[in-house]
């Protein structure tokens, strides 16, 4: 079993932090002065623990994303490769999906999101897809998602589309490709209605080999964080602004190697 903290209720900062800094142009400086250390708790209010009871044969193992719906959980289980759904107690409801590379099975399931009409989509990083399922357990439809993709959410504005982040390749003014944080929006049938963001992708081979994207909405504006590199982007949907913010320092040092004596 598995002892979680079930939050319910967060405080965002909107405003500046120490140490952050945000340049309009398409491009990111990183920070030139670390600002003081903020405590992630300052940010959560803990209302309750609820002792989860997974099956004695499906324990869980690795906790990808959780997707609160109504009063339950879905636990995103990356390493069992599949879903665990339970209700506000800690009881075991049922799971979705198992292993394998079939519709309605998962390889390495790793983020997901409530949706509108009663439905979850959870994105397959193994598999390349997003797939759609109801609260009742049952699986919908799934399709490809292009590129490489860390992250989903639903729209703020509750339509039913749904925004995947990732890394694409982006053709820039010397026609060279490179690979630049995009967001992209998804209508149900997994069209793509909208394609933004134009940051680019980390410079350093460290935070380009160890980098990833999570996200979130906040009103008009995605948020997406890249792990590893200290890098927030951001994009306004409503005005197509986007600019980003570098907070710290790097979190790597770079190798230096002994000289070669011979």
Request: proline share 6%; glycine share 12%; charged share 20%.
């Amino acid at each position: 079993a598995a002892l979680f903290s079930l939050v319910i209720a967060a405080t965002f900062v909107t405003g500046p932090i120490p140490g952050c800094r945000s340049d309009q142009a398409r491009s990111y400086r990183g920070s030139e002065q670390p600002g003081n250390p903020v405590p992630l708790e300052s940010f959560f209010a803990t209302t309750v623990d609820v002792q989860l009871q997974p099956p004695p044969n499906d324990p869980i193992a690795r906790v990808s994303a959780l997707i609160p719906v109504g009063g339950s959980i879905f636990v995103v289980d990356s390493r069992q490769a599949n879903v665990k759904h339970f209700d506000y107690r800690g009881r075991h409801l049922r799971t979705l999906g198992r292993p394998g590379n079939g519709p309605g099975e998962f390889r390495r399931p790793y983020a997901g999101t409530s949706l509108n009409r009663g439905r979850i989509a959870v994105l397959d990083r193994g598999r390349g897809v997003v797939s759609l399922w109801d609260t009742a357990g049952t699986f919908i439809d799934e399709w490809n998602a292009d590129g490489d993709a860390w992250d989903i959410a639903a729209a703020p504005d509750h339509d039913g589309r749904l925004i995947v982040v990732g890394s694409l390749n982006a053709q820039d003014s010397s026609t060279a490709a490179t690979r630049r944080v995009r967001f992209r929006e998804h209508d149900v049938t997994g069209a793509v209605g909208t394609t933004y963001g134009n940051v680019p992708q980390a410079a350093h081979r460290y935070e380009r080999i160890f980098g990833g994207s999570a996200m979130a909405t906040v009103g008009s504006v995605v948020v997406s964080g890249q792990q590893r590199s200290n890098v927030i982007v951001h994009y306004d949907r409503r005005t197509g602004r986007d600019w980003a913010a570098a907070i710290g320092t790097a979190w790597y040092r770079p190798i230096e190697w002994p000289e070669d004596d011979g």
